[in-house]
């Protein structure tokens, strides 16, 4: 069964203090793995597609990297700002036929504090 | 441009009605997506529509769910005899071309409430 599971389910930093999240998946066959923003009371705001491992991929102070079984996404000198929820999915393959779904972890809650 | 967009942004409800959610995908695209969220939780896939046919509904928790885009743009989504558990964030979702190469972009979600 196609899972994805994301750590640590909230994470508190302070101002300029770098760290990761982490997000482990199962899947039969992997399309694609994204992470997305979500502020609270919004819908996610696309980040990132990583295709295949070893792939890496940076915009700002976010930088997403892929394993065959792993995703990390690092936070460099993050700010107040940067303080929402963090959500990892991946798009499955299938030979039978392909939809796109994404499959969802239950997310990270990042608050950055000054 | 313009985004995904969602009518209503809140809907307040009780057991045993029906109720239509509304999405506007970004004009042009031609996939669109339905998904649940409740809270705490990450997005659950619901349905999958390639222009006016629903590709994939595999996610549709039963019967009492059911959605439409008719001309492979606006899409409904329809529950019947609203339970309490169906109480959640609908987000809707729309890509540019198929799914293989498409990145979904979210509209803001239809708060439902059923009391």
């Known amino acids: 069964e196609d899972q994805v599971t994301q750590s640590p389910e909230a994470l508190r930093l302070q101002e300029g203090e770098s760290s990761s999240l982490n997000c482990s998946y199962t899947?039969?066959?992997?399309?694609?793995l994204f992470w997305y923003r979500q502020d609270p009371g919004k819908g996610p705001e696309f980040l990132f597609t990583l295709y295949s491992a070893g792939e890496e991929k940076e915009k700002e102070r976010l930088k997403a990297t892929l394993t065959k079984k792993e995703s990390f996404l690092h936070i460099t000198a993050p700010k107040p700002e940067d303080s929402a929820t963090y959500l990892c999915?991946?798009?499955?393959?299938?030979?039978?036929?392909?939809?796109?779904?994404?499959?969802f972890g239950q997310g990270t809650t990042l608050q950055v504090k000054p | 441009g313009a985004g995904v967009s969602q009518t209503p942004s809140n809907k307040v409800t009780e057991k045993g009605k029906y109720v239509e959610l509304r999405c506007d995908p970004i004009s042009g695209h031609t996939a669109l997506y339905w998904y649940r969220q409740s809270l705490g939780q990450g997005p659950e896939f619901l349905i999958y529509f390639q222009g006016t046919g629903a590709a994939d509904d595999s996610g549709l928790p039963n019967d009492r769910f059911f959605a439409v885009r008719p001309e492979g743009s606006v899409s409904t989504l329809k529950i019947q005899r609203t339970e309490r558990g169906d109480s959640a964030v609908y987000l809707c979702?729309?890509?540019?071309?198929?799914?293989?190469?498409?990145?979904?972009?979210f509209g803001p979600g239809t708060r439902l409430l059923v009391l």
């Open positions: 979702a729309s890509s540019q071309r198929d799914f293989a190469t498409g990145t979904q972009y």
């Open positions: 999915a991946v798009q499955p393959f299938r030979f039978s036929g392909n939809t796109g779904k994404l499959i």
């Open positions: 899947v039969s066959g992997l399309r694609g």
